[in-house]
Structures are given as structure tokens and as C-alpha cells.
């Protein structure tokens, strides 16, 4: 006798499963907002009491720390005197609670409140929100100057290209050895590897196509390293990996790929397509006299599989701020 097997209600479970999981989020959105307001309320309790008349120095010494060690007691250690600092630097960078985006967990907040610009506090929280990022990401893009690298400072509803380039990418993700030189197909093979990281550091709105695309023409074939899609600019955006200094000729070679993909990939209602050269140091007067110089759509940025010291990082970011700033007070 054969045994009729139960049937299984696709359509059903996705339903239910829903179901769970929406409420699951609630819950956790709801306790989240519980317990970030709780922590905002006693840093400004605390922020109240010291302007109170206690020198800070007196405060932190004397009336905190004997704070700390009685909630510590009676509500465990959850509430000691480090906590307690991250409660007040809480309340100092956000001091209108209806600025606290209850999307992110009280980890987010305590790294993010240790940034001194308000500006770039509101950035790392929208970016965070966006990108989905767990805090071990926020904690890496805020070592590694995400913000400072993006070739301009994004403002709101701002959707000029140069708010999505960096220069430099940092590739520390890979964890390739900085000693050994690598060659391009090993660099290109490590990304899409760590294809999730490398989306992140490219940033907002970047979604992965194909690597090595081959494209088609009446007399040849050509392969692009890398294809990505932005869904904020809504254009495809090519990648050319270069383990060297940038050329000239790899800039006639990107200018080439983008028109050809203007031509034969672009949809009608995509906005024309941008060109990036990844390569390990850029010659100025290459970029000057090249189609770089005037085609907006066509970028070179240095890229380092590690992440610099804090010294190199700043130098790396300044000399790039300095000439983007030069090149658009000409135009």
C-alpha cells in the first residue's frame, strides 16, 4: 500500500513565516526604542546635574563614580561607571531625542557618539541605517574615514556621482598579504570572494552585475573586470582593476568600455554609464591631458589592500580633496 506524503503549503508557511518574523521585529524595535530612551534620559539627567554647579573634572571622579557603584548594586553592571560616561556622551550628541533613529542598537550609538562632527554623526546613522550595517562594519568605516574618502560630502537628495567615488578604497577585507605583489586576476578573484565587503565599500546603492562581461563588437571581443548597477544614480558603473600606475593607455581603454556600454547595455531609462580605474598611485599630468579631464563620467581612484595608519590615510585623502576642489573651481 502506498502511502500518500502530506502535501506542503508553500503560500501557507511564507505567510506565517511572515507573520513571525514582522513580530519579532516589532518586539525587537520596540524594546530597542525602551532601551535607547532609557539611556538618553539618564545621560541627561546626569548632563542636568552636572551643569548643576560640579565642575566636570569634581564630577566625573567623585559624584559618578559613587552613581555608578550604587545602580551597579541594585540594577547590575549594565550600569557602571563606563556605562554611565557612554550614557552622557550619548545625550551630548543627541540632544533632541527625536533625532535618535531607533532603527540602530545602543552599540551603534555608543560609536557613534564618540564622533566629534555633528555632520558626519548624521551620515554614519543614515549610512548604517541604509547599508544595514552591524556595528563591527561601523566601527571599520569610521577607522577607515568613509566619509573623508568620498570624493564630496553628501548632502540630502544629492545625487551627484562624486557623493558615491572614494579615493582611496581600502581593501583590508581581502586579507592579502602587503608584501607580496599580486596580480590583477588574484586582486579581481579576492573581491568578488568578498563580494558582500566589496559592495559595502563601494557604498550606497551599489548592486553586482557580472565580472568579466563580454562585450561584442562587429571586429572584436572585450571583457570588462567588473560591472556594478547603482540604483541611486540608476547607471551601470564599470570597474577596471590596474595593479600599477595609472595609464594612459587604461584611461583610452575605459573610455572605450563606457561608450560601448552606452551603446550596446544601457537601457533607455538608465542614466549614462561611469567608469572607474582602480589603480595603485594616479599621475596628475596623465589625468590632465587625457579624456578624464573632460568626461565627468570617467574616474581614477588609488586603491590599498590594507588600511592605512592614521597619517598615510589623511595624506592619501587630502592630496585627492585638494585637486577635486581645484578641478571644479575651473569649471
Not at 552613581?67 to 545625550?91: D, T
Not at 565580472?211 to 577596471?240: A, E, G, W
Not at 600599477?244 to 550596446?264: C, F, P, S, W
Not at 595624506?315 to 578641478?327: H, Q, S, T
Request: overall charge negative; hydrophobic content about 35%.
Amino acid at each position: 500500500m502506498i502511502e500518500n506524503k502530506p502535501e506542503f503549503n508553500q503560500e501557507l508557511y511564507s505567510s506565517i513565516a511572515k507573520i513571525i518574523v514582522d513580530a519579532k521585529d516589532q518586539v525587537y524595535r520596540n524594546s530597542n526604542t525602551i532601551l535607547l530612551k532609557m539611556y538618553w534620559e539618564i545621560g541627561q539627567l546626569i548632563i542636568e546635574d552636572e551643569q548643576n554647579g560640579e565642575l566636570r573634572a569634581k564630577y566625573g571622579k567623585s559624584v559618578l563614580k559613587n552613581l555608578a557603584n550604587h545602580l551597579s548594586v541594585e540594577f547590575g553592571k549594565g550600569f557602571n561607571e563606563r556605562n554611565l560616561n557612554n550614557m552622557r556622551a550619548f545625550f551630548i550628541a543627541f540632544p533632541i531625542w527625536n533625532a535618535v533613529r531607533t532603527e540602530l542598537s545602543w552599540t551603534h550609538y555608543r560609536i557613534i557618539s564618540r564622533i566629534e562632527n555633528t555632520e558626519h554623526r548624521i551620515q554614519y546613522i543614515q549610512h548604517s541605517i541604509e547599508g544595514n550595517w552591524n556595528t563591527r562594519t561601523l566601527q571599520r568605516n569610521i577607522d577607515s574615514q568613509y566619509l573623508g574618502r568620498l570624493l564630496k560630502f553628501p548632502e540630502a537628495e544629492n545625487k551627484e556621482i562624486s557623493n558615491y567615488i572614494k579615493d582611496p578604497y581600502i581593501f583590508e577585507f581581502l586579507g592579502l598579504p602587503s608584501d607580496i605583489s599580486q596580480t590583477e586576476t588574484q586582486i579581481e578573484s579576492a573581491l568578488i570572494t568578498h563580494l558582500q565587503q566589496f559592495l559595502m565599500e563601494l557604498g550606497k546603492g551599489f548592486a553586482f552585475v557580472a565580472r568579466q562581461q563580454h562585450i561584442v563588437t562587429d571586429t572584436s571581443d572585450f571583457y570588462i573586470d567588473l560591472v556594478f548597477y547603482n540604483y541611486y544614480l540608476k547607471c551601470f558603473v564599470l570597474v577596471d582593476l590596474k595593479t600599477h600606475k595609472l595609464t594612459h593607455e587604461a584611461i583610452g581603454q575605459m573610455d572605450m568600455y563606457v561608450r560601448m556600454y552606452n551603446d550596446l547595455k544601457k537601457g533607455v531609462d538608465d542614466n549614462p554609464t561611469i567608469g572607474i580605474i582602480l589603480c595603485t598611485e594616479k599621475d596628475e599630468t596623465v589625468v590632465k591631458y587625457s579624456v578624464m579631464s573632460e568626461n565627468e563620467k570617467l574616474f581614477a581612484s588609488k586603491y590599498r589592500t590594507y588600511l592605512p595608519d592614521e597619517k598615510e590615510l589623511k595624506n592619501l585623502i587630502e592630496a585627492d580633496r585638494v585637486k577635486f576642489e581645484l578641478d571644479n573651481q575651473k569649471q
